[in-house]
């Protein structure tokens, strides 16, 4: 079993950063990749960004991409989502969840962190 917890959201005015941090216990060596998703209210779930685990591969959405960095560290069993240049639609609760090997979905979610980005 994998166990995420996320940590690092808060109340930033436009333009500025923050860094998002998950950390993974348990069965990680099960992972294959971790993702971080957010939800906007009456928004649904939506993709953010994706790192490999092994390789360190990443993927980004659109709305994000030369904004926001996704990394990793092994040794600590941590991902962290780098946000600068926030704008105010970027205001949603952020999600972590890991993606088991041998598996086509994302399985495993955080509590999720929410992050306010004021104008």
């Known amino acids: 079993q994998v166990l995420l917890v996320e940590s690092g959201g808060g109340l930033v005015q436009t333009g500025r950063s923050l860094r998002l941090s998950c950390s993974a216990s348990?069965?990680?060596?099960?992972?294959?990749?971790m993702g971080w998703f957010r939800q906007a209210p009456v928004k649904e779930r939506e993709f953010v960004a994706s790192?490999?685990?092994?390789?360190?591969?990443?993927a980004y959405a659109g709305p994000v991409k030369g904004r926001f960095t996704i990394s990793r560290d092994n040794a600590k069993n941590t991902v962290y989502l780098q946000m600068n240049s926030l704008k105010p639609e970027d205001t949603a609760v952020y999600y972590c969840?890991?993606?088991?090997?041998?598996?086509?979905?994302?399985?495993?979610w955080g509590q999720g962190t929410q992050v306010t980005v004021s104008s």
């Open positions: 969840a890991a993606l088991k090997r041998g598996y086509a979905e994302y399985s495993v």
């Open positions: 348990g069965r990680t060596d099960s992972i294959g990749a």
């Open positions: 790192i490999t685990w092994s390789r360190a591969y990443t």
